[in-house]
């Protein structure tokens, strides 16, 4: 499996009570590896996938520390290593809910560039899994179109993750659906299956995406999913 994705550094405050603006509010901090590609990479090693790649670009301040931690997880890292830009970064704040809020610089991530797709990355490879926070900047967006456009030229079939329902609104649903076809699975939570649709209920969403994509899987967090295929979920 090769994702086309990305490493993130993660730096995740839970805090129990409410932000108290202008001052401080108490939180347990922790600096991680994390983004939303090198997860679906780790996750896949976990599940017994034999040979996982993650193909991203990371700065050159902790593109080690990134390489070494998906290498420990089972996953080779294909990290084109940028010199100019820092890795990405997420400061997430999570509060006693678990209700995430997200501070996003998105650094070296989204400057992934067509030259970083080698022809090679595919050799062996059984299934593509792009993060679609890739396809929202023009740099990344042609390196994620070449590796689906040399997937679906292979036969190898390329699930896509909408990724992110603020960026998703910001370039618009429309083109959006333009950029992923050729993907044989689309992976949106609620909130992006309701923007690409527009339709309020997951299922009918998830019906109405599977006309256009042949499998559509909508998130629902603790609730599950909803499947659909050929316009029936």
Not at 17 to 44: E, F, H, K
Not at 210 to 227: D, E, I
Request: charge should be negative; glycine fraction near 12%; hydrophobic fraction near 45%.
């Amino acid at each position: 499996m090769l994702v086309v994705g990305e490493v993130v550094t993660d730096v995740v405050a839970r805090h129990r009570t409410p932000l108290a603006y202008g001052t401080d509010t108490t939180a347990r901090i922790r600096t991680l590896p994390g983004g939303a590609g090198a997860n679906v990479a780790c996750w896949a090693a976990w599940s017994g996938c034999p040979d996982v790649r993650l193909l991203a670009r990371a700065g050159v301040e902790s593109a080690g520390w990134h390489r070494e931690a998906l290498e420990r997880a089972g996953v080779r890292a294909l990290l084109a290593v940028d010199d100019e830009a820092p890795t990405a970064t997420v400061i997430a704040l999570v509060d006693a809910g678990a209700e995430r809020t997200f501070l996003t610089d998105s650094g070296a991530v989204l400057r992934l560039t067509a030259e970083d797709v080698a022809p090679s990355v595919l050799d062996g490879v059984g299934r593509v899994h792009v993060s679609g926070y890739l396809l929202f900047a023009p740099g990344s967006r042609a390196a994620t179109r070449l590796a689906l456009r040399t997937a679906v030229e292979r036969g190898v079939p390329v699930s896509v993750d909408p990724a992110s329902a603020g960026f998703l609104g910001a370039l618009g649903p429309k083109r959006f659906l333009e950029y992923a076809q050729g993907a044989e699975l689309l992976v949106p939570n609620a909130d992006e299956a309701r923007l690409l649709s527009g339709l309020p209920e997951p299922g009918d969403a998830a019906a109405e995406l599977s006309r256009r994509f042949p499998r559509v899987v909508v998130t629902l967090g603790a609730h599950g999913a909803v499947v659909a295929a050929g316009g029936e979920v």
